[in-house]
T-cell receptor
Framework: DVKVTQSSRYLVKRTGEKVFLECVQD?????MFWYRQDPGLGLRLIYF???????EKGDIPEGYSVSREKKERFSLILESASTNQTSMYLC?????????????FGPGTRLLVL | GQSLEQPSEVTAVEGAIVQINCTYQ??????LSWYQQHDGGAPTFLSY????GLEETGRFSSFLSRSDSYGYLLLQELQMKDSASYFC????????????FGAGTRLFVKA
């Protein structure tokens, strides 16, 4: 079974702090994604990566950056946390290629910025 | 840009059939997926349609019409455990690397 793990289930940070959210997948997947989920808004794509050291902006990249130094690890960085970044953050991975795309999600990190 | 529309809420009774619709606007369409998410859980993959027509997986079926930019998820023989949120997602963009999710449809199954 594919396993996607996220470094924390719950996180509390203060405004202005730099926050690192880590995601690791164990199935040698090419693609990795970061979403945030807010009530009534569904999952909104922040950044994605289709290869090591490659990254692409999603729909809401402002205030975030990412790093993919190794294939299995995709990190989301909040450079200076703000209260409007309080949310559930979900990481996902997929095999890549032209076939059926199945995204496998981690359990999520619920971030509270005070 | 890309956008998806699906109903915010659907209610049905146990044993019934329910259809959740999804319309989309996208560039470079590669496929339409459906995901299920229970409260407190992560989204899990249900189905994927790249071509027009119906895909069946047990009690769940998914349909796609690319000419109408429309798809639906059909759930048959509803069970209480099907109460969850259902998201349609479009794979698109250059190279098909970008997947955008809809806002989700909350399904309530009543006894």
């Amino acid at each position: 079974d594919v396993k996607v793990t996220q470094s924390s289930r719950y996180l509390v940070k203060r405004t202005g702090e730099k926050v690192f959210l880590e995601c690791v997948q164990d199935m040698d997947h090419e693609n990795m994604f970061w979403y945030r989920q807010d009530p009534g808004l569904g999952l909104r794509l922040i950044y994605f990566s289709y290869d090591v050291k490659m990254k692409e902006k999603g729909d809401i990249p402002e205030g975030y950056s990412v790093s993919r130094e190794k294939k299995e690890r995709f990190s989301l960085i909040l450079e200076s946390a703000s209260t409007n970044q309080t949310s559930m953050y979900l990481c996902a991975s997929s095999l890549g290629g032209a076939g059926v795309e199945t995204q496998y999600f981690g359990p999520g990190t619920r971030l509270l910025v005070l | 840009g890309q956008s998806l529309e699906q109903p915010s809420e659907v209610t049905a009774v146990e044993g019934a059939i329910v259809q959740i619709n999804c319309t989309y606007q996208t560039s470079g369409f590669y496929g339409l997926s459906w995901y299920q998410q229970h409260d407190g859980g992560a989204p899990t993959f249900l189905s994927y349609n790249a071509l027009d027509g119906l895909e069946e997986t047990g009690r769940f079926s998914s349909f796609l019409s690319r000419s109408d930019s429309y798809g639906y998820l059909l759930l048959q023989e509803l069970q209480m455990k099907d109460s969850a949120s259902y998201f349609c997602a479009v794979r698109g963009g250059t190279g098909g690397f970008k997947t955008i999710f809809g806002a989700g449809t909350r399904l309530f199954v009543k006894a």
